[in-house]
Structures are given as C-alpha cells and as structure tokens.
C-alpha cells in the first residue's frame, strides 16, 4: 500500500502496490506532515469529520434556530391571523422546507465538498456555488452586525439600574416618557418645554437608549458621521469569537454547539415561566394565539408563510451543504431532515409566548391595545422588550438571561455561516488553503478580518440605514432565485433518477415519492409565486418613516446584482471557455470527480476509475488490476476512456496544425494522455492510444481537455 511519509517539510510517496490480499486487511499508516498534521492521499489536510451525529444535529438546529425565530415569527404569527397562520405555515414546512432541508443534506452528504466545489456536478452551474458562498457571507456580516448590538447592552445590563429605565440622561429629550407614568396620560400632553403633543408622539426611555445613545443614529443615509468606536469593539469582539471558535473547523465547531444551540432553550423556559407570572400576560398571548380564519384568504398571508419557513431552515445559502458534507457517506438524512425542522418550527412557536407575554404585561402598564406595542424586528429585541424588563423586580437580572440567550442564539447561527464560506474555498482550493494547518489558520484570521472591516460602515452614525439595506436585499430575492435554480438544476440538469440514485447509494433507499413531487414541481412554483408576488408588491425600505434616497435603493440592487452576477457570469464564461452551444449538454453534466469523496464509499456506479476531489487515490492505489493476466490500459484512446465516464475533461477532436486555441489545447491533450499512460504503465514520456478501428498516435491527433 503506497504510503505518504513527512520528509524535510513536505510529502514523499514512497512504498510499493501490495498484494490484493494485503491490501485488504493491513490498515495503512495514517500521513502526517512535518507540523504531525493530518494529511489526505492528494498532499492536503483531511476535511475532518462531525465528532458524532449529535454534533451535526446540534449544529444543524443551532444553524437555522437564530434571532429570527425570536424577533420575526411571532410577530408575523400576530399580524397574519394568529393561531390561523400556523396552517399554511405548517403546510409551506412540508411544501417548501423539509424537502430542500432534505435535498441539500442528501447532496452535500453525497459529495462530502462544500458549496462552491459540489458543482463539479453541473460545471456550468458553479456560479451558483459562489453565489451561495457570497449571498451567505452578506448575511453574515449585518447578522454579526446585531450580535455586536446585543453585547453591548448585555454589559450595559451589569448595573444597579438599566440606563434605559429613566429619562435623566444626557440622551435623552423632552418627548421622553417613562413607562409607568403613561397610563395617567391624556390623548394630549404637555411637555416641559411647553410644546403639546399626541401622546402617540411620545419616546420611551428605550427607545431613545437604543436610536440615541447605541446606534447614536443620523437623520440619513447620506450622513455618515463617524464610526461608534463602542460598537466597533463589540463588533471585533464578535468576530474574534468566531475566529477563535472556528480556529480548527469543525473540529472545535463541534464541542461547542452543545452549550450554544442547547442553552437557550433553559433560558427561554426561564424567561417564559416570568413571562406568564406578569400581569396582563395572558391577554398578549390571547393576542399571539386567537385564529382571524379570514386571513387564510389573503395572498399576503401565504406568502409570508412560504418567505418564514424558507429562511428559517437556512437553506439554499451553503451552510446546510457545508455542514452537512461532513458527515459520515451513509448518515441517515432523512431522520435529520425531519428532526431539525420540526424543531426550528417548535421553538418558533415557543420563542412566541416568551415574546407575547411580555407584551400584554406591557399593554397593561401602559393602558394600551397589545397591537400598539407589538412590533417585529430589531425594535422589539432592543426597544419593546428591554422596556417590559426594566418595570420587573431585579431587572438587571432579567435583562442579563434574555441578551444572553439572544447572544447564544445569535452566535449559534454565525458560527455555521462563517464556517460556510471558509470551507467552502478551503474545499475550492485546497492546494492552497488547506495544505497545512497553519495555512488554514491564517485563511481564517486573513477572513476575519476582513469581514470585521467590511462592517464598519454598519456602525457609523448612518450604519443602521446600511444595515437595513443589507437586511432587506439580501434576505430577498438573491435567496429565493437561489431556491429555483438549485432544484431546477439538480432535477432536470443533473437528473432527478441520478440524484435518486445517489440518495439511495447512501441510504439504500431512493426518496419517497413526495419529495420527488415536491422537488421537480411544487416546491419551484411555490418560490416562483413568492418572487412574482414580491415583486408585485414591492415598496422602497423605510427606516422610522424616513425613505432612502434613490442611490441608496440603488444601492441595494447591487447589492442583489453582486449576489447574483456569479450565475451568469461563470455559466458565459465555461460557455464561451468550452466551445459554445454543441457543448452545453456536456458542460452541464457531472465530472469523474462527482461522487463520493472518500474512495471507499465510491461503489456502484461511482467505482469505476475517476478521481475524487477530495482524498484521491494514490497513483499506487490506483495501479494494475489484473484480470487473466491482461490488464486494462488507461491510455486505451482517448475517447474511448472516457465514453463510460461522465464528462469532466471534455474530449474533443482538433486539427493540431490550426494553431492558437488549438495547439494550446492539443498540448495540454497530449500532457495529459502521457501521464494517464505514465500512471499505469510506469513510464514517461510520450503515449500512443488506440481505438479498436484505428490507431491515433497524440502527436499526430490531439484533444481538446478542457477543464472547468
């Protein structure tokens, strides 16, 4: 058995092909580099794997349970008809969401690649990849955005007193009103300047904490200010975090989702047994919970379930990919694609008590409809919810647990996305990312960075408009155009019985019919109506009633262009690379090196001689079979080699004495049929291959091996 050996800081092959017996039962050494790292067949770093299904489970539910489940289901749960939202919401689960839950898991599992290297599946199709990768990589960066936010007021929590329970401080203004005088308010109010306004005018405490002293927010985009050095730490500290917890991939990912995706179900519970004890708590749930069956008619309502359940399961953004392409080949899927979801719904539903009770408590204090108090997004986690807690006992206290768990939350969602994008190029490039630990290291720290710098225009003066624009566009349509063109390539480009033949590689089972229907019909007319109908009713962001000006909206779709502009881009660019239209049949169909990465989980069709991506066979692993003693050529015509492969070198017949285009292709044709000869017969040099009618020296008639 061939064997990798650490010799003056690289790899040397050494050793000989065994005896089939042997190589049957000795397990061969495990390779290491000189730094006593890992290292696969192909030079680079092993990928690793999950610790054991909990840990991927975990990280799964951590992934897709975020602070939307907190700040934006319950709030929809509200508006759309409360109790009757839960019918198409439950519907659009196993409409939209467990199916692509199930997909993604099936094919990255498959692969064992992240979501930039998975398309050598449909090559033409790799911009999709980079705009997962990118489009995943935005959401992260505003989604770190809100962590930063919700550090800050954790340390602000450990006082006597919230800053955010009185009107005494230097933020704040005449139209400050604290929480327990207004329900002794008239319709009109005076203030201490004099001025009489509706008491619908007036700021909570808060409220002005929050717009006036964190975000210390400008009265436009176009005001920039300058960079709120407070929030500038919290947000380094944010990415520091997540350097130091990805520092080994998923490696360390893996230990540490059983405290950051478990946690914050003990404080929730905690945070929900004080909710209900409040007076009034009954009447926001009551709120939350009573069916308006009218609603189920309105377009919106639907369209708000399908939009919900689509981003909440995190799918089409690489992550579900990444994490999953780390499992073991044969981890049951479906049990998984099950569990999760299920789950993110639950605690949706749950996280809706711990909010609503806190609103009718609310409502009450300050002798006002739960309507005029509940709201969605992030003026419910830092303005509505921070007031509710300042007016309990020991509110400090309470104030910690809940920007803790949001905290948790929050982090238990950026760790998988970050780690999206990073295994996505290591698995991309890993000759250059993942050749040694180090190199990986400084990958992620170069990262870091970086993304930490990108930021900081979202903690200016101006940033929470940035913010809001990142938000709103990027969260929109780059996700949902994603959706249909994943499944639409997957199922009618790769083939649905390919990927059904794939499932069942790994499960021994194909999928069930449902998820076929599901996948090829329903699922992409479902995400087509939510586009069309978004579209349709399409309004410009607002920010407190303040409209962007029209650069700032063009700015937001080219934040959507540069999310997108991958598809195109890179599906022109192999159109073109390839040769044009007689090879978009084959530019779309898969490589020799789709499949299985790991060598030993390559079986059936996928065990003919193709070279995996990842962990390849060694040139000795791969030497002669012997069969009757005659053995079967490599170099046996080009052609012919790779008529019983799916195309990824497409082969082409070129006239060698064209010139240009064609002499370069020629020579890379001819480098590659000698070294296809070299690794079987152990020889270099230069190769003839021969066809069964004719013989075709490669000096005299070249290939077109073109690689995409």
């Keep these: 058995m061939g064997v990798e050996t650490a010799a003056n800081g690289g790899l040397e092959r050494s050793g000989s092909v065994s005896s089939s017996a042997s190589s049957s039962t000795a397990k061969p050494p495990r390779a290491v580099n000189a730094d006593g790292d890992a290292m696969g067949s192909d030079g680079n770093m092993e990928r690793g794997a999950w610790g054991g299904k909990v840990e991927f489970i975990l990280t799964c539910i951590g992934y897709a349970v975020g602070l939307g489940n907190v700040w934006r289901f319950p709030y929809l749960c509200y508006k759309n008809g409360g109790g009757a939202f839960l019918i198409p919401f439950v519907i659009m689960l196993f409409v939209i969401g467990i199916p692509m839950f199930f997909m993604e898991l099936c ?28 489009t995943n990589l935005f959401i992260a960066m505003y989604y770190n955005v809100i962590i930063s936010w919700c550090i800050y007021y954790l340390f602000a929590s450990f006082t006597d007193h919230l800053p955010w329970e009185t009107c005494d401080n230097l933020w704040n203004t005449p139209y400050c009103m604290e929480t327990k005088m207004y329900a002794n308010l008239s319709d009109n109010v005076t203030l201490s300047t004099n001025e009489t306004v509706a008491r619908g005018d007036l700021k909570s405490p808060s409220d002005e904490y929050y717009y006036r002293k964190v975000l210390q927010m400008s009265n436009d985009i176009s005001e920039s200010g300058t960079i709120i050095w407070e929030l500038a730490l919290c947000l380094f500290l944010c990415w520091t975090i997540v350097f130091v917890v990805l520092i080994k991939g998923i490696g360390s990912l893996g230990k540490v989702v059983y405290f950051t995706s478990l946690f914050p179900y003990v404080l929730l519970t905690i945070m929900l047994i004080r909710g209900v004890t409040l007076e009034g708590a009954w009447l926001g749930i009551e709120y939350y919970l009573i069916p308006n069956w009218s609603k189920l ?23 579900l990919l990444a994490m999953a392409s780390y499992n073991q080949f044969n981890n049951n899927t479906l049990r998984d694609s099950l569990i999760v979801p299920i789950v993110n719904v639950l605690t949706s539903f749950y996280a809706g008590f711990v909010i609503f009770s806190v609103l009718g408590y609310m409502a009450v204090m300050k002798d006002v409809d739960v309507a005029d108090v509940a709201t969605g997004g992030p003026g419910l986690v830092f303005v509505v919810y921070p007031e509710g807690l300042v007016t309990m006992p020991v509110a400090p206290l ?117 998820f076929r229907i ?125 008529k019983d492969k799916t195309m990824y070198l497409t082969v082409i017949e070129t006239s060698v004495g064209a010139g240009g285009y064609e002499n370069k292709m020629f020579e890379a044709g001819e480098t590659f049929c000698h070294k296809r000869a070299a690794a079987v017969d152990g020889r270099d040099g230069r190769a003839s291959t021969k066809s069964s009618d004719t013989d075709v020296d490669v000096e005299q008639q070249g290939y077109d091996v073109i690689k995409f």
């Design 107 to 134: 094919w990255g599992q498959f692969a064992s690649l992240g979501p930039i290297a998975i398309w050598s599946m449909s090559p033409l199709m790799k911009g999709l990849g980079f705009s997962m990768v990118i």
């Design 297 to 319: 008619l309105e377009a919106q309502v639907w369209s708000d379930a399908a939009t919900q359940i689509f981003y909440a399961l995190s799918t089409c953004t690489g992550g």
């Design 398 to 514: 309470w104030s910690i647990l809940f920007f803790f768990m949001m905290l948790l939350l929050g982090f238990s969602s950026m760790f998988s996305m970050a780690e999206c994008f990073f295994s996505g190029f290591m698995d991309e490039y890993p000759s250059v990312l993942r050749k040694s630990f180090f190199r990986t290291v400084i990958f992620r720290a170069i990262g870091c960075t970086c993304f930490f710098l990108l930021s900081l225009p979202m903690v200016t003066n101006a940033g929470f408009f940035v913010f809001t624009l990142f938000d709103s566009y990027t969260g929109g349509f780059p996700l949902l155009f994603i959706g249909v063109i994943e499944m639409t390539t997957i199922c009618y480009i790769y083939g649905y019985n390919n990927f059904a033949d794939d499932v069942e590689m790994m499960l021994g089972k194909r999928p069930w019919l449902v």
């Design 518 to 642: 599901c996948w090829m019909a329903v699922s992409p007319l479902v995400l087509l109506f939510v586009i069309i109908f978004t579209a349709i009713q399409y309004a410009p962001p607002l920010v407190l009633d303040i409209p962007f000006p029209g650069w700032a909206e063009g700015i937001g779709w080219l934040i959507v262009a540069c999310c997108l502009m991958f598809i195109p881009i890179m599906f022109l660019w192999g159109y073109c690379w390839i040769g044009g239209a007689k090879l978009v049949v084959t530019g779309t169909r898969p490589t020799p090196a789709w499949g299985p990465a790991q060598p030993k989980n390559r079986t059936g069709r996928y065990a003919r001689d193709q070279e995996p991506l990842v962990d390849k066979d060694s040139d000795d692993e791969r030497g002669d079979k012997d069969d009757g003693g005659s053995r079967r050529s490599r170099s046996s015509t080009a052609k012919d080699d790779y």
